[in-house]
Nanobody, 124 residues
Framework: QVQLVESGGGLVQAGASLRLSCAPSGRTLSDYHTGWFRQAPGKEREFVAAISWTGSLALYADSVKGRFTISRENGKNMVYLQMNGLKPEDTAVYYC?????????????????WGQGTQVTVSS
């Protein structure tokens, strides 16, 4: 069983930065493509960013492109989401997820394992 643990969330003001981390237990993260999703209250879970297992391919939602950066350090078994220029509309619970077969996709159904999420709240 794979467990993913997200960390790094918090309450910040608009314009601030946060770095989220995703760490697995029971697996080597470098074997998996990894995605970040978020879910705001009353809304469906949405794609934020994804990265291939090698780190050579990264995808972003249009709403975060140019502000967020996904990266990985396979030697440390970690994936990160650097979030700059945060906006109130970025407020959500952020989840990391992994898959081996589908690649760094945009659809939640392509991911096999999910973390419990970390709350990001951006005040105006």
């Amino acid at each position: 069983q794979v467990q993913l643990v997200e960390s790094g969330g918090g309450l910040v003001q608009a314009g601030a930065s946060l770095r989220l981390s995703c760490a697995p237990s029971g697996r080597t993260l470098s074997d998996y493509h990894t995605g970040w999703f978020r879910q705001a209250p009353g809304k469906e879970r949405e794609f934020v960013a994804a990265i291939s297992w090698t780190g050579s391919l990264a995808l972003y939602a249009d709403s975060v492109k140019g502000r967020f950066t996904i990266s990985r350090e396979n030697g440390k078994n970690m994936v990160y989401l650097q979030m700059n220029g945060l906006k109130p509309e970025d407020t959500a619970v952020y989840y990391c997820a992994i898959n081996r077969a589908y690649g760094p996709g945009r659809r939640a159904g392509e991911y096999d394992y999910w973390g419990q999420g970390t709350q990001v709240t951006v005040s105006s």
